[in-house]
């Protein structure tokens, strides 16, 4: 059973799509002349956001995904993530852009890098659509972010609290509701 929890739109629909086409003519301009771009999306927050990404983006693409394990409320200091499925494709010499739902502590990020960086890809450069810069506990960037935001919870356009809310179009903040008596 989750506390009751009412949802506050933070970010619109229409928000959403403007940003999503702008980000995509930045990203279309840095890889003009890539022979192949791997668009590579991190499981499962980012179905929605790559699905959007990708159309407005003016380049040959290959897409792949990758799932790793969240470390929940693990409070070991090392955070490591397990690869639950792996990506289908060789990454080697090729230019990846891994596409991430929310940049939060970042230790999710740091270890998907240190793993793809094992393989020798090209450049590799990240998309986040959210970053909340407040909680950062390790040093790691995305050179393209959608919108940053405060530190709260957020759902929405992929992303998830319990697995629900993945549907919804816009993104919203989750706000708990006290019980009473
Ligand atoms: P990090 O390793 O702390 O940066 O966490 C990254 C992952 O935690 C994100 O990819 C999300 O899956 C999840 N996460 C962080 N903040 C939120 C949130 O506000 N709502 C839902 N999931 C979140
Ligand atoms: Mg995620």
């Known amino acids: ?10 970010i619109s629909a229409k928000a959403i799509a403007a940003r999503v086409e ?5 990203i279309s301009g840095f890889y003009k ?3 192949k771009l791997v668009v590579v999306g991190l499981l499962r ?14 380049l040959p693409v290959e897409g ?11 409070t070991e200091s090392s955070r490591e993530v397990r690869i639950l ?17 929310i940049v939060d502590t970042g230790h999710t990020l740091k270890h998907v890098l240190e793993i793809l960086a094992t393989r020798h890809p090209g450049r590799i450069e990240v998309c986040a659509l959210l970053d909340k810069p407040s909680r950062r506990e390790v040093d790691v960037r995305a050179r393209w972010i959608g919108f940053e935001i ?6 929405g356009y992929g992303i998830d609290y319990a697995q629900r809310n993945r549907n919804l179009p816009h993104i919203g903040a989750v706000r708990f509701l006290e019980e009473t008596g």
């Open 1 to 10: 059973m989750t506390t009751p929890y009412v949802i506050d739109e933070l």
């Open 22 to 26: 702008s980000l995509a003519r930045e």
């Open 33 to 35: 002349g890539t022979d």
């Open 45 to 58: 927050g980012s179905f929605v956001f790559i699905a959007d990404l990708v159309r407005e983006l003016d």
């Open 64 to 74: 792949d995904f990758l799932e790793v394990s969240s470390y929940g409320n693990s």
């Open 85 to 101: 499925k792996d990506l289908r494709g060789e990454i080697e010499g090729r230019d990846v852009l891994l596409v991430e739902d």
């Open 150 to 155: 405060p530190d709260t919870f957020v759902v």
